[in-house]
């Protein structure tokens, strides 16, 4: 499993921001792409999550009705996407992708596979 996060950047406040993870490698029976956050001197905690179909989908509190995780299959690997709307400062972090099996969707515990992360910075 190899992870390619992308599409961090600067953004004002209430605007919309996309990110990508791509995974050109292998994947497997009850397999699940997640996103991850991490702010400076905070830890690294859970946004949102999509099982293979993306027929499940789990948000953190925080960013339900603003945030929106889909996936996509095609020959060459699967691409998770993280549509962030209505952005605010809060959501300022670095972004993780990551990849992992079984049924712990919420937790880091869950993942076996991260990429590197992408900077989102919010503007007020």
């Known amino acids: 499993v190899q992870l390619q996060a992308c599409g961090g950047g600067l953004v004002r406040a209430g605007n919309s921001l996309r990110l990508s993870c791509a995974n050109s490698?292998?994947?497997?029976?009850?397999?699940?792409m997640g996103w991850f956050r991490q702010s400076p001197g905070k830890e690294r905690t859970f946004v949102a999550a999509?099982?293979?179909?993306?027929?499940?989908?789990?948000?953190t509190d925080d960013v339900k009705g603003r945030f929106t995780i889909t996936i996509s299959r095609d020959n060459a690997g699967n691409t998770v996407y993280l549509q962030m709307n209505s952005l605010k400062a809060e959501d300022t972090a670095d972004y993780y992708c990551?990849?992992?099996?079984?049924?712990?969707?919420?937790?880091?515990?869950?993942?076996?596979?991260w990429g590197q992360g992408t900077l989102v910075t919010v503007s007020s």
């Open positions: 999509i099982n293979w179909s993306g027929g499940r989908t789990y948000y």
């Open positions: 490698g292998r994947t497997f029976s009850n397999y699940f």
């Open positions: 990551a990849a992992g099996d079984g049924y712990i969707y919420t937790s880091l515990v869950g993942y076996k596979y």
